[in-house]
């Protein structure tokens, strides 16, 4: 439905014609705005939303275990040199898939599926920089690639040391 009007002076109600319909009525801008929200938003089916993010989020983490026991069992390595190297290997996995166009084609059918693990988070700052690298290396790049990714770092660091600072203050009172 298109709106057809002007806007008051007031600025807080707007005449509007329904084009082909020809009604008139006054409506708030808020509940203009509401409307064609809803009108332009598409309809999502959850239940489908879920089972893909489930899924793909799953392969994800399928992958990570099979390259952790690649490189255990076939690559000599203890557990954890081996989960290091995992996580190096997913996330210059998803770097290159990001650099290919390939990435945003997975999120946007998995959404946050593909979104959580760690190859999200690599996701985030190789696509900020990509899309900023016209702008030049310092004003583009530098300054643009932690947008997404800098409050995730921030926030992760400031709630780590502040239950840092809770489990010190409960080993001195002995809890």
């Given at each position: 439905?298109?709106?057809?009007?002007?806007?008051?002076?007031?600025?807080?109600?707007?005449?509007?014609?329904?084009?082909?319909?020809?009604?008139?009525?006054?409506?708030?801008?808020?509940?203009?705005?509401?409307?064609?929200?809803?009108?332009?938003?598409?309809?999502?089916?959850?239940?489908?939303?879920?089972?893909?993010?489930?899924?793909i989020g799953g392969i994800i983490c399928i992958c990570g275990q099979l390259i952790v026991e690649l490189l255990q069992n076939w690559g000599g390595l203890e557990k954890e040199d081996a989960s290091?190297?995992?996580?190096l290997i997913l996330v210059l996995t998803s770097v290159i898939l990001t650099g290919l166009g390939v990435y945003r084609k997975?999120?946007?059918?998995?959404?946050?599926?593909?979104?959580?693990?760690?190859?999200?988070?690599?996701?985030?700052?190789?696509?900020?920089?990509?899309?900023?690298?016209?702008?030049?290396?310092?004003?583009?790049i530098g300054c643009k690639i932690f947008t997404i990714a800098g409050p995730v770092i921030l926030y992760g660091i400031l709630s780590s040391w502040i239950l840092g600072l809770i489990y010190w203050i409960g080993k001195i009172f002995g809890l």
């Open positions: 439905m298109d709106f057809i009007g002007e806007l008051n002076t007031d600025y807080k109600e707007r005449t509007c014609i329904c084009s082909d319909i020809y009604i008139m009525e006054t409506k708030s801008g808020q509940q203009i705005y509401q409307d064609y929200i809803e009108q332009i938003t598409p309809k999502a089916n959850l239940g489908s939303r879920l089972i893909k993010a489930f899924f290091a190297y995992c996580t997975i999120v946007n059918f998995a959404g946050a599926g593909a979104l959580v693990p760690i190859t999200g988070f690599a996701n985030s700052v190789a696509s900020t920089a990509i899309e900023y690298k016209f702008e030049g290396q310092v004003f583009g």
